[in-house]
């Protein structure tokens, strides 16, 4: 059982890796921001429960949860942010300042580039699929429709493209010795 005064310092000191592992994920500071705030009031909850005699397990269930946390942005994004227009809400946003750190030191200018040299390396058919799918946000069956294929060749050209993209980028990271 978790001591709950050991969840400050816990938070101290893994809140920045946190955040810039959501940010370069998300390519968007203040998504990343509020992702690691839902990320530790979820950690905060399963507290009691965690076992501490391991640093790295301690680590990796934090980072489990802010993986989860990522996934649910990137399921109901989409729909919340049509929404949000929708009604014309306006949203709290963060000092440009602030953003522009978070955004530095997660190296953000580094991944933009590296994302858009591996888009051009692909085919012209592949980048098409992924800029609809990922890009312009456009279902599947639109992405079929456009590129004149069947939807099942549609998702498998985008996930082919975007497995192509995701082991260069890894290779290239290891290679420049970059972040990740």
Known sequence: MADPEAFVPFYRQEAESVLLFLTRRTLDGEVALDLTAETFAQAWRGWPGVRQD???EMRAWLFTIARRQLGHYLRRGEAQRTAVRRLGIRTPSMHEDDLAAIEE?????????????????????????????????????EVARR??????AARARVSRALRTMQRSLAARTLIDGGVS
């Open 147 to 152: 590129l004149d294929v069947s939807e099942q």
């Open 54 to 56: 391991s640093r790295e």
């Open 105 to 141: 030191a997660a190296g953000l200018l580094e991944v933009r580039l590296g994302l858009r040299h591996e888009l051009e390396q692909l085919s012209a058919r592949e980048r098409d699929a992924v800029r609809m799918r990922v890009i312009e946000e456009m279902p599947y069956d």
